[in-house]
């Protein structure tokens, strides 16, 4: 059995992975990095697979870790991207009413967003239609967001690869956790398609493993009261030929007790227009296509727990239900979509790859949804869990933040 000696232990390649290494090493230049991903390559899953959305921090309760990372996570990553030439879509965003008992969400949000550090400001009718033509609010009033901008997130994950490992840091590929044991700081790890197997003894862990994380946080002994109810995201193409313009992030007010944004529309660097996603509950970690790793015994935990929240209402869950559940009909989807675009009809929206999941945890406590990212400690270790949006956003910053307080505060 081969033996690795590492100074920090990093379980998963995503834009959360390697955003530690990348703080880790600029802050302990002399330090040893191993990075595990138990993928053959990175971007196969969630960091992968977002919409690109640098968002600007205007959803967030203030003095939530989100509130706290968003907006200079995008500045950061923003200034990253152009040092490293790659595209930075500055196109802005427009969060626009469906209908005129919302409007007074404009004005939450807009509190929100400043208390934030978020550039927002509320705009009228005449200005959105410069903005955005072919966007209607039914209470006269938008929100603008000059910040906001769209970056193509594989391209980052590969270039940031190309960076860490320049800089010595080591990446495992194919990799499975077998067997922890933190208190002595000793990970055992089997590499798929092969009888080879790892002990890395590590100086501090970070399980930054996305909608895995979980399980790997079991593997740790970590108490806990969560549960993972995975919503699948998926997306339609505005075709070309239906000479709607959208060249701006155009959003619609989110119900803001369950958190999802809404079916929205996303300019990409390539030049199309993506339309979604949806919010429906996936039927396994991985279900990106119909039949694709259902996993049974977690569709049915999920359906339990929506079940209860659906009976109670917890959060306005039945809003949800309501507005968002049915979208993976096209008909429905087409008809939310609408209420932002009238012009948008059924041919306008063509089929398109484009899906991911979101990796949404459940507090067996409180019986609802958890909204902000949410940070764990081991004896060893420390565990990310519930790396929702904008975890790709708030990469660089949310990383320093747990390295610069979690990780001293138990070191």
């Known amino acids: 059995m081969n033996s690795i000696k590492t100074d920090f232990l990093i379980i998963g390649a995503g ?7 990348y703080n880790i090493k600029k802050i302990n230049p002399e330090s040893s990095i191993l990075i595990l991903e138990k993928e053959d390559s990175i971007g196969k899953h969630s960091s992968g697979r977002n919409s690109g959305v640098l968002h600007a921090g205007i959803y967030y309760k203030p003095n939530t870790l989100k509130a ?15 040092s490293n030439k790659l595209d930075v879509l500055n196109c802005g965003k427009i969060i626009t009413t469906q209908s005129k008992n919302l409007d007074n969400q404009i004005d939450l949000l ?26 209607i609010t039914a209470s006269g009033r938008a929100i603008w967001s000059p910040n906001t901008s769209v970056v193509n997130p594989k391209n980052i994950l590969i270039k940031l690869l190309e960076n860490l490992l320049s800089q010595g840091i080591k990446i495992i590929f194919n990799s499975k956790v077998l067997y922890v044991n933190d208190n002595e700081g000793l990970l055992k790890i089997g590499i798929k398609d092969s009888k080879e197997n790892y002990t890395v003894e590590y100086g501090h ?9 979980l399980k790997i946080a079991n593997l740790f002994s970590i108490k806990h009261q969560y549960d993972v109810l995975p919503f699948k995201g998926t997306y339609w193409e505005l075709d070309k030929s239906s000479g709607i313009q959208i060249n701006t992030n155009l959003y619609p007010v989110p119900d803001l007790n369950v958190p999802f944004l809404g079916v929205h529309f996303t300019p990409s660097l390539e030049k199309k227009v993506y339309v979604g996603p949806t919010a429906i509950p996936a039927l396994g970690k991985e279900n990106y296509k119909l039949w694709e790793k259902i996993d049974p015994g977690l569709f049915i935990n999920s359906f339990q727990k929506m079940g209860y929240m659906w009976l109670s209402n917890r959060n306005g869950f039945r809003g949800y239900a309501t507005n968002q559940l049915m979208h993976f009909l096209k008909p429905y989807f087409l008809k ?6 009238p012009k948008l009809k059924n041919e306008h929206l063509i089929y398109s790859e484009k899906v991911g999941i979101r990796s949404q945890l459940y ?19 420390t565990h990310v869990l519930n790396a929702i949006s904008p975890a790709f956003t708030s990469g660089f910053s949310l990383s320093e933040l747990i390295f610069k307080e979690y990780y001293s505060r138990i070191n």
């Open 336 to 341: 939310s979509a609408k209420l932002i675009i």
């Open 68 to 82: 706290k990372v968003c907006v200079e996570g995008a500045k950061r990553l923003k200034k990253w991207c152009l």
């Open 110 to 135: 807009v509190k929100r967003g400043r208390e934030n550090g978020a550039s927002v400001e509320i705009i009228k009718e005449k200005e959105l239609q410069e903005l955005c033509p072919e966007a």
């Open 15 to 21: 834009m959360l992975g390697l955003s530690m290494a």
């Open 363 to 381: 507090n067996n406590q409180t019986r609802s949804l958890e909204d902000d990212f949410i940070v764990q400690e081991g004896i060893k270790s």
């Open 205 to 213: 862990s970070f399980n930054l493993s996305g909608i895995h994380a």
